[in-house]
């Protein structure tokens, strides 16, 4: 791993039969505790790209590393033991499993990794208290707003510590209020040293939280330039 940089993309390709490549020769470094922004039309590759990060995916072409193991080379055993123990991500439509509280939504991930019970609780209530949800613990997701079920799904990405919290469109099924309520809370976790990838349509929640955005643009990136925080 080059060193700061966390994420490290060469000459990334993927394509899907005889298509057009979806992604077409990406180079792409995310130093560790940067916040970047991935804009761009639908189509443009934003989710491959985080697909191929997270281990979901693999290229056609080149070489993904992050935190120093060659994601695009991974067993799906070791592709799934890398997003338990690496990797937090957040979806648009929370993915939280309605008949667990959200207590046991937020403790899954430490029960996937074998952490032991006493642990994962008492990092469970750190969390939850720290994202001023520890009073929702005992209620079931359907019970809360969208923007209280999206800060349950961020604990539970945060759950393991990992060092890549990676955010598909997370205000995208959210009201205005708690499109902002997410764009704050994403922008406190980079500034305490979370590094983040978000692919998003809402340039508010870009120019809020990122301290760098690329524009993909047919598979390329096409723009590439550091942010300045409102």
Do not use: W
């Not at 993904?64 to 695009?72: E, H, I, K």
């Not at 079931?140 to 961020?154: D, H, I, N, T, Y």
């Not at 469109?169 to 922008?187: I, K, W």
């Amino acid at each position: 791993m080059t060193e700061n940089h966390l994420i490290d993309l060469r000459e990334v390709t993927k394509t899907y039969g005889s298509g057009p490549a979806v992604l077409a020769g990406i180079g792409l470094r995310v130093r560790a505790g940067e916040a970047l922004a991935v804009l761009g039309p639908s189509g443009s590759g934003k989710s491959t790209l985080l697909n191929l990060i997270a281990g979901l995916d693999r290229p056609s072409r080149g070489s993904v590393t992050v935190g120093g193991v060659r994601v695009d080379g991974l067993t799906e055993t070791a592709s799934a033991k890398y997003r338990r123990s690496r990797i937090g991500m957040v979806f648009q439509f929370f993915n939280l499993l309605d008949d667990l509280t959200v207590l046991d939504n937020v403790l899954l991930p430490a029960q996937l990794a074998g952490v032991p019970r006493t642990e994962a609780a008492a990092r469970a209530a750190e969390l939850l208290a720290h994202l001023g949800i520890d009073r929702h613990a005992r209620a079931f997701p359907g019970r809360l707003s969208g923007g209280e079920r999206q800060r349950v799904a961020v604990a539970r990405a945060l759950m393991n510590r990992p060092p890549l919290l990676l955010a598909d469109e997370p205000t995208g099924a959210l009201d205005t209020a708690s499109g902002a309520d997410v764009r704050d809370l994403l922008r406190e976790l980079n500034a305490d040293g979370q590094t983040i990838v978000l692919v998003t349509h809402d340039l508010a929640l870009a120019e809020a939280c990122a301290t760098r955005t690329i524009e993909l643009v047919d598979g390329r990136i096409a723009r590439d330039v550091a942010a300045v925080r409102r």
